[in-house]
């Protein structure tokens, strides 16, 4: 079964470029979307967009101006950058990858927490 | 773009049913069948219990089932077990001047 894990810095500091990388096992990023999610320390969930292995992507309104998400099917891995961060930022990132869409997600990699202080 | 509406809590009794609902707008939920609904163990990623409204992947129990009517969907959860304590978040398609997905707050469920 496809297994996913983030990796990236765990701090970053305000308005700089948080950059994550999502690699994955046991399948194959081709064929598939992929979708990064956060969650901010015990809140809820937030979409933040995602890629498909062809190149079409999209991304929540909320961060679309500042988010670039990318596939790499040479690597296996998925990554994501949001740039000028700030501390609302501050978040446990998930990598996921869509189940018959970008919509629902069906697996998902651990978790990386990201925060974000001077 | 506003985030789903949950109750914060639910809380019942081993055996019993319990009713999770999730409002949105005309712009999501009330205009296309992408409702998801997923579980969450403290410390742990988000498990996929019911997309499309109503289908189940394959593994999740036939204990938990979901529904829709108008601008709100639910998840059901019947003869409840202790391992159902935990946080449940649904999701959306939605529009605004581009599609996205849009969750909601989440919601506590507790098994007395």
């Known amino acids: 079964q496809v297994q996913l894990q983030e990796s990236g810095p765990g701090l970053v500091k305000p308005s700089e470029t948080l950059s994550l990388t999502c690699t994955v096992s046991?399948?194959?990023?081709?064929?598939?979307?992929w979708t990064w999610i956060r969650q901010p320390p015990g809140k809820g969930l937030e979409w933040i967009g995602y890629?498909?292995?062809?190149?079409?992507?999209n991304y929540n309104p909320s961060v679309k101006s500042r988010v670039t998400i990318s596939a790499d099917t040479s690597t296996n891995q998925v990554s994501l950058k949001l740039k000028s961060v700030i501390p609302a930022d501050t978040a446990v990132y998930y990598c996921?990858?869509?189940?018959?869409?970008?919509?629902?997600?069906?697996?998902w990699g651990q978790g990386t927490l990201v925060a974000v202080s001077s | 773009q506003s985030a789903l509406t949950q109750p914060a809590s639910v809380s019942a009794s081993p055996g019993q049913s319990i009713t999770i609902s999730c409002t949105g707008t005309s712009s999501d939920i009330g205009s296309y069948n992408y409702v998801s609904w997923y579980q969450q163990y403290p410390g742990k990623a988000p498990k996929l219990m019911i997309y499309d409204v109503s289908n189940r992947p394959s593994g999740v129990s036939d204990r938990f089932s979901g529904s829709k009517s108008g601008n709100t969907a639910s998840l059901i959860i019947s003869g409840l077990q202790a391992e159902d304590e935990a946080d449940y978040f649904c999701s959306s398609y939605a529009t605004s001047s581009t599609p996205y997905v849009v969750f909601g707050g989440g919601t506590k469920l507790t098994v007395l």
């Open positions: 996921a990858r869509g189940f018959g869409g970008y919509v629902s997600v069906d697996s």
């Open positions: 046991g399948g194959s990023v081709s064929g598939s979307f």
């Open positions: 890629v498909y292995y062809g190149g079409s992507r």
